[in-house]
């Protein structure tokens, strides 16, 4: 079983309508992170969110990180080719030096 | 500030050869992570590691796959007699520090190796 679960899988839209995505899990933690994978490229670190109820936004990019620091959002306003890619939650587990990803968010926004 | 490189980007290896897989981290950084991604998957943590020593290889397979950080040079994965399962993108992420008591902790994700086993 996944510690944390990603939804939608895959997700296509058009331009310049909003979407959602999710991160979840039983679990709570200290701390979550979002990155965004594009083709053939590394993970890159958009935002991490540490307090439960925490709002973070990024431009066109909103981030919850939920009260009881379990699950976590990511809502796109106004959708942009350009923010197609893989949208990946991860979280580090205390007291091990590493990252747990969820599998992930496909995005396509299509023009 | 050159992020962190990693060597080759892509790499062609027949079934039952090795592959080496390089890592550069970031000036300053002294922690390397590995992880895995398969296709259509999330990445999966392999070893982590830090100057001469590993410190947590908990996610790498007890057969074929090794890790190494030496004093001088870059990070190598090292995967012995590789099979077609090994496909994958291999990624290497660097830190400044541990996580220790910090709330907040960023690894820096390079490029990716994006192996393939014929």
């Known amino acids: 079983t996944q510690l944390l679960e990603q939804s939608p899988q895959f997700l296509s839209i058009q331009e310049g309508e909003n979407l959602t995505v999710y991160c979840n899990s039983s679990s709570v933690f200290s701390s979550l992170q979002w990155y965004r994978q594009e083709p053939g490229e590394g993970p890159v670190l958009l935002v991490t969110?540490?307090?439960?109820?925490e709002v973070k936004k990024l431009k066109r990019l909103t981030f919850q990180f939920g009260d009881a620091r379990k699950d976590s959002s990511l809502h796109i306003t106004a959708a942009q080719p350009g923010d197609t890619g893989l949208y990946l939650c991860?979280?580090?587990?205390?007291?091990?030096?590493?990252?747990?990803f969820g599998q992930g968010t496909r995005l396509t926004i299509n023009p | 500030n050159a992020g962190v490189m990693q060597n080759p980007r892509h790499l062609v290896r027949r079934r039952g050869q090795e592959a080496r897989l390089r890592c550069s981290p970031m000036?300053?950084?002294?922690?390397v992570y590995w992880y895995r991604q398969l296709p259509e998957e999330g990445l999966k943590f392999m070893v982590y590691l830090q100057k001469e020593n590993i410190i947590d290889e908990s996610g790498m397979p007890k057969e074929r796959f090794s890790a190494e950080f030496p004093k001088e040079g870059p990070s190598i994965l090292r995967i012995q007699q590789v099979v077609r399962g090994d496909s994958a993108a291999y990624f290497c992420?660097?830190?400044?520090?541990?996580?220790?008591?910090?709330?907040?902790?960023?690894?820096?994700f390079g490029p990716g190796t994006r192996l393939t086993v014929t």
């Open positions: 000036k300053g950084h002294s922690h």
């Open positions: 992420a660097s830190s400044p520090s541990g996580t220790g008591r910090r709330l907040i902790y960023e690894q820096y």
């Open positions: 991860a979280v580090i587990i205390q007291g091990a030096q590493k990252l747990v």
């Open positions: 969110v540490v307090t439960g109820g």
